[in-house]
């Protein structure tokens, strides 16, 4: 089963993440298939970068997004004005 999930990058005390396709057995910061966006917490507001575009391709073939990743794809598609 194939997994969208954050894996942890940046210095000690400092988190940023990355979106990562990965399988779900794999360890956390271990080999992903693709990366999608990157998500930095520790700035004010929080930074979120993700294409939307992969994502969506990703969950048509299957993957499922965490709990933690569909709450920030979800506050990331409210921030991009709907396209007419």
Known sequence: MVRIR?????????PSYRF??????????????????HYNPMVEPPVIHIDL???????GKGA???ETVAALIAKARKAVPAEA
Do not use: H, M, N
């Open 6 to 14: 954050l894996t942890r990058t940046g210095a000690k005390k400092k």
């Open 53 to 59: 575009a992969r994502v969506d391709f990703w969950i």
């Open 20 to 37: 990562a396709v990965a399988d779900k057995r794999s360890p956390r910061d271990g080999r992903c298939l693709e990366y999608l966006g």
């Open 64 to 66: 499922q997004p965490s």
